[in-house]
């Protein structure tokens, strides 16, 4: 089944840019302020947007109250949020998308921002894995994608062959995110079903064993074994303990997805690199892996 695709954004319309976790300046926000005025659109930026709760944007209670403003607001056509961190999960229980489901829009962002994506999932609506404000002056790939698919216009992409990879050739939607936050919404409201999707993972900052455990433990919460693809994308910065866990971050993935029959593609260029780019999770994706590499269209 199809999901509900947001209409795509013309000049004129208006981008919300949300905290819904870490902190934010306006001199971080600029560049991206910018560049979005480039694109011919309105960049409305939310009432608490600039509070500060020690590391939060604000309490719960003011993150809660922007994003629902901008999830009700019908001249807002996308949300974006200006960076991860920690704490949108504290709040996804206080938003009420009555209004989104009537009048869907997208939602963009990544990391911490996978918890949206994957609540928003199961209303059957699309929703954007994409760079956000606070990265905007690393990458003008990322941006420029980002646009593309915002904006209706093609794109695909062809990857470098990774020795890991196991070839194959699929079509489904493609879901998933930070795979932090996909083990710790697993048995929640906003866990995701993957049987016969195509599974985006990457992440940041953890260590070895515990890349391990999420996958020893998605594994049990039959997430893994029904799958119609897998894509790795960076996992960035991974940590080791004194005595060595004997495997880089891909292996650890691969071993925990080498008894099933889907192909595996590594070293996608999405997630915590400079290089991060889009994603539209609840799109249909053809991904085929082969001896040349990993080609990806829409």
């Not at 996992?235 to 029959?261: C, H, R, S, W």
Request: net charge negative; charged share 20%; glycine share 8%.
């Amino acid at each position: 089944m199809n999901l509900i695709q947001p209409a795509h954004l013309k000049k004129g319309d208006k981008i919300a840019i949300i905290a819904s976790a870490r902190k934010i300046s306006l001199q971080e926000l600029q560049p991206a302020i910018d560049i979005f005025k480039t694109w011919g659109l309105e960049v409305v930026l939310t009432k608490n947007i600039f509070n500060q709760d020690h590391q939060f944007s604000g309490t719960d209670a003011e993150r809660a109250a922007d994003l629902q403003t901008a999830l009700d607001d019908d001249s807002i056509k996308a949300i974006i949020s200006a960076r991860g961190g920690y704490g949108t999960m504290r709040i996804i229980d206080q938003l009420d998308f009555i209004k989104f489901k009537q009048h869907p829009k997208w939602v963009i962002g990544y990391s911490d921002i996978t918890v949206l994506h994957s609540h928003i999932h199961n209303f059957g609506i699309e929703t954007l894995h994409a760079t956000m404000p606070i990265n905007f002056s690393v990458n003008t790939e990322a941006v420029e994608i980002m646009r593309k698919v915002l904006f209706g216009e093609k794109f695909n992409y062809e990857i470098q062959n990774h020795p890991l990879n196991k070839k194959g050739i699929v079509e489904a939607q493609v879901v998933g995110g930070n795979l932090s936050l996909l083990y710790a919404l697993t048995g929640s409201a906003s866990s995701i079903h993957t049987k016969g999707k195509i599974l985006f993972i990457e992440d940041l900052d953890e260590y070895l064993y515990h890349i391990d455990r999420m996958m020893v433990s998605l594994k049990r919460y039959g997430k893994l074994a029904d799958l119609a693809g897998l894509i790795v994308g960076g996992m960035t910065d991974m940590k080791d303990n004194q005595i060595p866990f004997g495997k880089t971050a891909e292996e650890i993935i691969l071993d925990a997805v080498k008894e099933y029959n889907y192909p595996v593609c590594f070293n996608f260029p999405a997630g915590h690199i400079d290089k991060n780019l889009a994603i539209p999770l609840g799109r249909n994706m053809k991904l085929v892996v082969d001896e040349k590499g990993t080609t990806v269209s829409f």
